[in-house]
């Protein structure tokens, strides 16, 4: 059956994802916590008093088009500007001709896309600007601002956070893509929610999807969920090893483990490994977990690590992916306990505050005459001389008082580990005891 004329030949300078921008307020989906009715956001605009604020949220929530929106709705003149294809001359410019403007008693709204990718001594240049009023800065990035944008430009602005579309608000713009084209989306139900599973959040990704389908799908056939990836391809995951993703990610995978969701836990190592992250890294994190999380109450865990890591080194990609997931099922199963990393911080305190001391004599050696004359050794119980194997002196500064880092769960092997530590502790007063 010979394909249809495109869909499109007659907008050939607008793409469907043009021809639906929203041009309303109402009509932007999925960010109803910031435009529903009474929401900030929806407050501010309503009101015409702007103040300068950064939008963040991932690719395709409508960040632009807001911001394009509000340009319709308020008395200032709009000026946009993008950070991929601006500079300091582009800036500067846009900075006088606000300066002129605001002579004459009209205020610039300064729409700033990718606002992240300005380097810091360039975000310095827009504080005197925003501070005096000349111009009412929006920016947008998909960044965290945290790290991205200068602390003296963030405090002068608020932070919107807009969220990924959710499934409901994707499915409004495929409803909307087909109403414009008019023209039901020639997909099975199952392949409807792929095309939805495949945008993951993303409006502009949803609606390229949606073209490629309506334009390349002959008249009369309907596509189930193989044939819409046989046209669409899959989509590479958002993941960027260099900014929050990164961290957000090891980040869910680290807590899921304390947390013992196994399951989870697979989910997000798959995730980074697909998204691209070195497995090394991911390894070293792992193994960091083993100690830290795990501890002594499964001592193997650390082994296990050690071999994964090994293993991985030895086989590369993708076969020694295999004892990365099992090195994540085992910590995920495994009994978990963080007393070695808690005893380790308190000994390091403590250290601090009792630096200065020296160890008790009698657990010094003694090599030379004087030494000994000074009491050096003098009184030191050599333990396996004793009955128990346990002299129970202290070892302590003399001037230190007993500290007791280490306290062990019953949890794992470190029930065995109370238990040793709970006799010796017996043993240790019964002793004292006697020598007093």
């Not at 070195?278 to 650390?302: I, N």
């Not at 308190?346 to 657990?363: D, M, N, V």
């Amino acid at each position: 059956m010979a394909y249809q004329e495109s869909l499109f030949s007659q907008n050939v300078n607008r793409p469907l994802a043009d021809r639906l921008r929203p041009t309303d307020l109402d009509q932007i989906v999925g960010q109803e916590h910031l435009l529903g009715e009474g929401a900030p956001l929806r407050r501010m605009i309503d009101s015409g008093h702007l103040t300068s604020f950064i939008l963040w949220g991932p690719p395709g929530c409508g960040k632009t088009t807001l911001a394009r929106v509000m340009a319709t709705r308020t008395s200032l003149h709009f000026t946009a500007l993008s950070a991929v294809f601006s500079g300091i001359a582009d800036l500067r410019k846009a900075f006088d001709e606000a300066s002129k403007r605001r002579e004459y008693g009209e205020g610039t709204l300064l729409f700033i896309d990718e606002i992240h990718r300005f380097n810091r001594a360039q975000q310095d240049g827009f504080l005197p600007y925003v501070e005096n009023g000349t111009v009412t800065l929006v920016g947008a990035t998909t960044e965290n601002p945290s790290f991205e944008l200068n602390s003296a430009l963030l405090s002068r602005c608020k932070v919107f956070v807009m969220n990924p579309l959710d499934a409901d608000a994707l499915e409004k713009i495929t409803q909307r893509a087909e109403a414009e084209l008019k023209r039901k989306l020639p997909v099975t139900p199952e392949a409807r929610r792929t095309l939805a599973e495949l945008a993951d959040g993303d409006g502009r990704y949803l609606i390229n999807l949606l073209e490629s389908v309506f334009d390349l799908t002959p008249e009369g056939e309907t596509l189930d969920a193989a044939a819409v990836l046989k046209i669409v391809q899959q989509r590479a995951p958002i993941y960027d090893k260099d900014k929050e993703g990164h961290y957000n990610l090891i980040s869910a995978l680290h807590k899921s483990l304390r947390g013992s969701d196994t399951d989870a836990a697979l989910y997000w190592a798959a995730r980074m490994i697909a998204g691209g992250e070195d497995p090394l890294y991911l390894l070293r994190r792992l193994t960091r977990f083993a100690t830290e999380d795990v501890g002594l109450a499964d001592p193997q865990a650390l082994q296990m690590a050690i071999a994964a890591w090994d293993t991985y080194e030895r086989l590369g990609s993708p076969e020694g992916e295999l004892a990365i997931a099992e090195l994540v099922i085992y910590l995920g199963t495994a009994p978990k306990s963080n007393s070695a990393y808690v005893a380790w911080g308190e000994a390091q305190r403590a250290a601090k505050e009792f630096g200065s001391l020296t160890p008790p004599a009698h657990i010094l050696n003694a090599p030379t005459r004087l030494m000994k004359e000074l009491g050096y050794g003098k009184g030191y119980q050599y333990d396996h001389k004793t009955a128990e194997g346990f002299s129970g002196q202290n070892y302590f500064p003399d001037k230190m008082p007993r500290k007791k880092f280490y306290r062990p769960p019953e949890r794992g092997f470190e029930r065995e580990i109370l238990r040793r530590l709970a006799y010796w502790e017996r043993l240790r007063e019964r002793k004292n005891a006697s020598h007093s």
